[in-house]
């Protein structure tokens, strides 16, 4: 596995491969991998010659009361786990991806793996400055370009982090530009993220494929992430009411529709899942029931064959996230 710590030579990797007629896969992460992660480059091996992964803690998704400063990291034990399942290069910039050099291009130098031209343009959206709670402020202070993408990133998620997907949509983009894959990875425990990003593929005309891998779960049913390592003893014991829920609202739905009995209320399958987290000592950050398309938020019935139920909850100070397709 080839390792690039340089924009460059990330770039100029992948074109050589792209040149010598293969087809690139992508995989971007911020680390501390689990088998849900495993899972989208095994994906991306199945269809790709060539797979390349990123790891960057994006400092522009986190608010400054967030888990920036704070959220896990396994780099050695990452890279073991990449090289078993046949990871061929990894991105794992040395400095801020938001840091440039005296010209404000790219970051000048070569890490020595493979040279590269220098990051093209893109299609942005100006907006304002960013509070973050990362510590290369000083670079962030030297970014002004910043992609949002609407109508998709409003509601669930960005209901209490309306900085999120502006974040996300905007480092997606760079290692888009920096990679130039063909074909980009993304988990479905993040819905509202791969529906933004494929959005933004198909607004800004990327010549990228964007797949969808279905949600990684523990045997309890909990959803795979990176911060269940953050949980309490007693919370991880609890946090898999969330799945729980999910299923039982689910099950109804589908019961309702095949007996006959019409659609359920959106306020009863809301209510009943987060009930079940509640008494389970969580707390609720959202349960939306949503068109499993646009994320347009649904407020009458549950149709079933076109609603996702999404949810979001805290258990102590872990912010958990699930979805379920009806």
């Given at each position: 596995m080839k390792e690039f710590k340089t924009?460059?030579?990330?770039r100029g990797y992948a074109r050589e491969q792209r040149a010598a007629g293969k087809?690139?896969?992508?995989?971007?992460?911020?680390?501390?991998?689990?088998?849900?992660?495993?899972?989208l480059v095994e994906c991306a091996k199945a269809s790709c010659d060539v797979v390349v992964v990123s790891i960057y803690v994006n400092p522009t998704q986190f608010s400054a009361n967030e888990d920036f400063g704070t959220y896990p990291s396994s780099l050695e034990a990452d890279k073991a786990k990449l090289r078993e399942v046949g990871c061929d290069?990894?991105?794992?910039p040395s400095r801020s991806l938001y840091e440039y050099g005296?010209?404000?291009g790219d970051d000048g130098g070569d890490d020595g793996d493979t040279g590269g031209a220098s990051l093209r343009d893109g299609g942005m959206v100006v907006g304002a400055s960013i509070s973050t709670a990362s510590d290369d402020a000083s670079s962030l202070a030297r970014h002004s370009t910043w992609v949002d993408v609407g109508t998709v990133s409003e509601g669930l998620c960005s209901l209490s982090r309306p900085h999120f997907f502006r974040g996300v949509a905007t480092i997606v983009t760079k290692l888009f530009h920096i990679v130039e894959p063909d074909v980009a990875f993304f988990g479905k425990k993040d819905y509202q993220q791969l529906k933004v990003i494929t959005r933004m593929v198909r607004d800004l005309d990327f010549g990228i494929e964007i797949v969808g891998v279905p949600i990684a779960r523990e045997e309890d049913g909990l959803a795979k992430s990176s911060r269940n390592a953050m949980l309490t003893e007693a919370h991880r014991a609890k946090a898999p009411e969330i799945y729980r829920g999910l299923l039982a609202a689910r099950a109804a739905c589908v019961e309702g529709k095949r007996e006959g009995k019409g659609s359920l209320k959106v306020d009863d399958v809301t209510g009943e899942i987060s009930r079940r987290i509640e008494d389970a000592g969580g707390r609720v950050d959202y349960v939306h029931v949503v068109d499993a398309e646009t994320v347009a938020r649904r407020t009458d019935e549950v149709v079933v064959g076109k609603s996702l139920i999404a949810v979001a909850a805290f258990f102590g100070s872990v912010r958990l996230i699930d979805n379920m397709e009806v």
């Open positions: 924009k460059a030579s990330a087809r690139v896969g992508f995989v971007p992460t911020m680390g501390y991998l689990h088998e849900g992660h495993l899972r290069g990894l991105f794992l005296d010209d404000g």
